[in-house]
């Protein structure tokens, strides 16, 4: 089934560490994203790559890196600088290219992650 | 990117059509209207979206006020599988930022 693969479900991270959510996607979208949500809120956007080896600070992205090596690929690291990284983590990525219509903004998401502090 | 405004709750008993209202008076002419929804502890997901006419799928249809001000979701027989956070978003066709700047939503009760 084509669709969008984040693991772990569920991560613990000690103080000091840095932990790294995986995001896998057989889409073959180019565009990736990263969002934060904490309870009650709406999703904020950490990073986003819109094609391979390139990606862009969102509006929270303090604390946190990514790296896009390769198209299906866009993992996020959650260091030690993050300090209150409490949250579920959403990844999700969208069509590119010349598309109109609307259809670039459709955003497809994984289950997410989420990550407690031990 | 034109700021919406939504209920923050809403109820509907199941079986009834839900019509879920989005208020996006300042928008503009190449901005889109995109629905989203986000079930329980899960990722959100794509509902539909429309410029200027009304739209229709298998999940809900969408209708655009003419001055296209504001919009309407409409489920048309609801069941508890779609109690969830409706999401309205106004965004233009790509852009270079690619953000959609989600807000709080409307929470959907659907009830037996």
């Known amino acids: 089934d084509g669709g969008i693969t984040q693991s772990p479900k569920y991560l613990f991270r000690k103080e000091g560490q840095n932990v790294t959510l995986s995001c896998e996607q057989n889409?073959?979208?180019?565009?990736m994203y990263w969002y934060r949500q904490d309870p009650g809120q709406g999703l904020r956007l950490i990073y986003y790559?819109?094609?391979?080896?390139?990606?862009q600070k969102g509006d929270i992205a303090e604390g946190y890196s990514v790296s896009r090596e390769k198209k299906e690929s866009f993992p996020l690291t959650v260091t030690s600088a993050q300090k209150n990284p409490t949250a579920f983590y959403l990844c999700?990525?969208?069509?590119?290219?010349?598309?109109?219509?609307?259809?670039?903004?459709?955003?497809?998401f994984g289950a997410g992650t989420r990550l407690s502090v031990l | 990117d034109a700021k919406t405004t939504q209920p923050t709750s809403m109820d509907c008993a199941e079986g009834r059509a839900a019509n879920l209202p989005c208020n996006h008076s300042t928008i503009s002419g190449n901005e889109y209207v995109y629905w989203y929804r986000q079930i329980h502890s899960q990722g959100p997901q794509y509902i539909i979206h429309g410029l200027k006419n009304n739209e229709t799928n298998e999940m809900a249809s969408l209708i655009i006020t003419e001055d296209r001000k504001s919009s309407t979701l409409i489920l048309p027989h609801a069941t508890l599988r779609d109690t969830a956070v409706y999401y309205c978003?106004?965004?233009?066709?790509?852009?270079?930022?690619?953000?959609?700047?989600w807000g709080l939503g409307t929470s959907l009760a659907v009830n037996p």
């Open positions: 999700a990525s969208s069509i590119s290219g010349t598309f109109s219509r609307g259809i670039k903004n459709i955003q497809y």
């Open positions: 790559s819109q094609i391979v080896n390139d990606f």
């Open positions: 978003i106004v965004r233009v066709e790509g852009g270079n930022n690619r953000k959609l700047i």
């Open positions: 889409l073959n979208h180019d565009a």
